[in-house]
């Protein structure tokens, strides 16, 4: 099985780490690619980057599926940007890392905490928790007012300052479970966990996991309504290269494999 | 005061109409700019076409902000892409249409239905309805199956389809007022008002008048949370275009403005 | 056009207030007459005194259809006493200064503060909050302790103890808009909005423009279900002059309007 | 103990229906008085009617309370007209019949259906619903398009049409309970219950029943609140009756009894 | 009228209080049962323990049925366990502790704290709160800490350190009225109630009541849907007595009695 | 990594087939113990039922725990009975066939509709849907009134009756995915499969691969709060086998392992 980790920013010291991370829990027999897009933000941290970090991830969902025969996807931004979009162009299934880190925090506690980068992406997370469904299991999200890009720079206090907001966390939200609100903090889930009483969870490996897990059980996305493969039609400017061709191969190998 | 309305997809004939809509209803001393940006798809009908519209979108606002003294903006297109995007990078008020059209509509009757063209948008017209907090007063999205640019095309049968589908969604759904669910229809708004016995919201009229209300009432978007201006970064690619300076007029204008 | 503003209490200085802040923000050419009921109390700040407001509301709504020709209304307290009797009764749209706030609130902010008067009001601002669908966007709602005659007396406190609610709602909310949660603080708008670096919206401005904006599209209450008017019966005692007739001037005019 | 069931419309012949049909249920040594007030609407079939029933029964409130040293009271008009400012205004327990009917339907099935007389009148029925909570209980309100009165006519065809619409209810909305959406209905429960296999709620009697137990446990409503004595104020025209005195016996009747 | 009081642990001191509490507001001519099932675990503090007392309170509930001509039920712990299946099982009505207070508590005020024993049981109340519509009445549910038997102790500090709970719950959590959150609390009520400004509700005064009241206006457990007599099939192993009979006693007197 | 599948009614035709369902979908390397208890009924179709399979199933939890080394658990009934108080017991993650197969359903499609057995435990699926908070992915849960033990029958019409209602739920519902709502349904998701055009989500093989999933980032559940250790006291009657132990194996096991 070949699953392509997505980190839709351009910061490629990142998506090595992402890749470690998924590749440390991913089955035996399942190859990890871990990629960044050729175009858009170095961090994600607003709705405007968020926005500008979906083409690039959407040619590489393209590349996926073109040419890498790739059977399942993650998206690894704490935002899921561009899930929806990556759904109707994917024939496997596309997992983002916070729909992943909350619904499998949802089954081992009562209620989780969500603690991320800038106070600025609370808004975000709570949306998205609203989006799966997950807000009645969310007791907080809590921001360490740390840019996304500190978490990649040695010597920062930035690991200090998390475990400190996951106590605080557990302290005043009446919370059993932490889940870590960055794909940037992926390689902090084994040290937080140890510091804390409480399961911790990181969104690379969980959406990792359930990417295998979909995959495995060939359950694909539905293409019968909402997240049926776009239409075709022209594109123009500076996208004109995401036009997607009628006859195209994509089209027809969707028909023989299912 | 100046209004841009931005319609997200790159049909220009689409573009025109709307700019006439916003015309007929905007107060004395309103200017109306309508405009398609630069790059994109030619109409939108799936979350990848929505997402691929915002590029283009965001260009223009940062446009309006840069060269042109847009005192406020309205996104012409019915899954109000891209529009906290585009409210972190204005300065005065952003309306999406839906947005307009849902919030006037809960306030002229208990219950709406929203009529839209193909049924594969019927979920983002729902995920919007919630977001703005109208799912209370929607009573029903119905799809007429008409593709976008079908509406373009001089002798087809839109209208008559569209009508139907207005009676059937006040016969069977108990609601009390029809939003329209496009840009595109905005020029039937008339006439499908005198075939039905209710209120009928046309999105493009909502949203200039109630760009309009907030521009005079100089409630610009909030800058102290979740939609301040995005921190500079920066952007490679494609999209490097993107990149918002430190030191960038726009930061100086925004002090100077408020 | 003309759009009646109501103050559903008997506090004429207030009315006088109101009306000026409605002729302030409204557009050139249109009319404003404020005015307050024969009947009913000082100030609402109860259940029973909103319940009790209502029918001297009623009475002015119907003059205004009966005898002065009114193309929209605002109900000017903040617990919207009446609204939806009110829209049964009249032609064209009406908007109460709660409900009006709330919305645009939502368009400019991720989540706003109610600052009202007395605390027993919270519950009513809530409910309103739900049921206009604004409960996702309303972060809290504060009291200042204020009856609101006080913010009718020359050099109380008010100013200051109102300024003090909002920045602690800024504080400790989360929230990045005020909303003014009494008619009666229409003038402080300006000063407030001074004082804080966030939007602050006045019901009243709010409503007088959303009701300009409504009449202006000629969005008026569907009268197809729960809204249409009142069937004819007896009424009885205090209350008889309330009877509508069965062929009144008022039904004719409805359908010559419509 | 002395319960107060006021009809909040003038049709005295169902008041005294509605005063049979609670003495048929009231506990031994419970006495009930049944009114209709002084002034209002014949019937209540709208927002209009409804506002306009309030002064009159919240007079006979206070006479409860001044005169006649009430226990606790009723309201039986299925929109609940009043109930907060009849709380405020009372020291012992109030109930409005929707709200213990829909209690009580919730306690002995899995979802009920409301049905009612006038399709306008859903839409109030509704929302007592959320109001109460009881919204995940109700599987539909449904109309016979009768009107109030209607049901007082001898001969009329009423109680065949509202077993049948309670038959599709059954058939149709997958509910378990029936609840009878009017006060006018109280006197058909035990037909409608002969003729259907499943329990039937009159709010009379549910009313009745949870007044004496409120009473009986000394559960009066809290004045810590929201539903505190209104604060005395002058009320002037029409309803200048309704001030409350400062020093009234009211009050000190209040503090006795606590 | 013969009610039935199960308290689901064994505790039979506990139970003996619990009668008496029960006794000291049912109307004259109700006889009250109290027992304690024959097996099962002595105090109920977690989702275990709920568990494992059903099966000990549906042979009461059979034994009652079967044998004591019991015309209603009532379950005497706060986490309601069982309630479903009881019903099911039971000719007359059912009703939970939890249930029955959290329902007049919302009649008698704006919002509501439950006061309960241990911390973890925090969440089953809430859970409750949701399913009966209970939660938007629902300010707070706050522990003391105390082990259930505790409350059995003479000399222990409970009821000291409930009334202080219940104190900190009336300023913190803008409630007024209290719901006491545990079957062992039922003979603190009064005392409680004395020290306090607001109603105190004790579910299993609340439940008799309820439970009279439902059985009164003959409102049984519907049997068309959900809650029907359960199907007739082999229960294997030390449960093997729970058995249904398809012909059995039971099924019959059913017939006779709707 | 060894995997306890319980189903927790007594049919051991039904078990075996779950545990060859399991073992299909298992990673290499993974062992299926799959059981039913020692007491309990031969099937689950009330309230009554699910009560009484609980305790057979913790006690095969607790035989996990103390003799198996089991590292993770799947509850193999739709309605995931006992779920919380598996979770309690358990030192590794507990997962429900339900709640995996609509969890991994709500990330594959818009929405899914359950197919089911009979249409007296629709309730009990919903109740489900919304404590996992997938009720906004539920378009439907429909039922084929076939008693679950046809499902064991060679040569009955189930498969053909559950495939007819599929095709009606894609037909009538809006959903895109369908979930198949009974553990004896496992062996016949391939089936469906092929007939239909969408996703098909069986929970024995969605459980299994997420509680492998789970098991494998050794996320267990949270022992801070409520799903804490059940505390030890005394269990009577049939059911004193259940007491736990104070300084048992159990506990120390626990320290150890984590």
Redesign the interface.
């Known amino acids: 099985m070949r699953i392509k980790i997505i980190n839709p920013n351009?910061t490629w010291s990142m998506t090595d780490k992402i890749g470690q991370c998924a590749r440390s829990?991913a089955?035996?027999?399942t190859e990890i690619i871990a990629v960044s897009?050729?175009?858009?933000?170095?961090?994600i941290?607003?709705?405007?980057?968020?926005?500008?970090a979906?083409?690039?991830l959407?040619q590489e969902i393209a590349k996926g599926e073109r040419e890498e025969g790739c059977d399942a996807y993650v998206i690894a931004c704490f935002g899921d940007p561009?899930l929806?979009?990556a759904?109707?162009?994917a024939r496997g299934?596309v997992?983002g890392i916070a729909?992943a880190a909350m619904?499998?925090a949802?089954?081992?506690?009562?209620?989780f905490s969500v603690v991320t980068t800038l106070?600025?992406t609370?808004?975000?997370a709570w949306?998205l928790a609203?989006?799966?469904?997950?807000?009645?299991?969310c007791a907080n999200v809590r921001a360490c007012e740390l840019?996304v890009l500190e978490l990649e720079e040695p010597g920062s206090k930035a690991r200090e300052r998390i475990v400190d907001e996951c106590r605080r966390a557990?302290d005043e939200d009446?919370?059993?479970?932490i889940v870590l609100g960055c794909a940037g903090m992926a390689d902090l889930c084994a040290h937080i966990?140890q510091q804390l009483?409480?399961?911790v969870?990181d969104g690379v490996?969980?959406a990792t996991?359930?990417a295998?897990?979909?995959a495995?059980?060939?359950?694909?996305?539905?293409?019968?309504?909402?997240?049926?493969t776009?239409?075709p039609?022209?594109?123009?400017?500076?996208?004109?290269g995401?036009t997607?061709g009628d006859n195209s191969g994509h089209a027809s190998h969707q028909e023989t494999r299912r």
Request: net charge positive.
């Open positions: 351009t829990v089955s035996a027999g897009p050729a175009m858009g933000p170095a961090s941290e607003s709705h405007y980057d968020e926005a500008l979906v083409p690039g959407l561009g929806k979009a759904r109707e162009l299934p997992v729909e619904h499998l949802s089954m081992i506690g009562s209620r106070s600025r609370i808004g975000q949306h609203e989006a799966y469904g997950m807000q009645r299991f840019p557990l009446g919370s059993d479970v966990t009483s409480v399961p969870v490996a969980a996991r359930l295998e897990t979909l495995a059980l060939r359950l694909n996305t539905s293409k019968r309504g909402e997240l049926a776009p239409l039609k022209a594109y123009t400017g500076a996208l004109s995401f997607l």
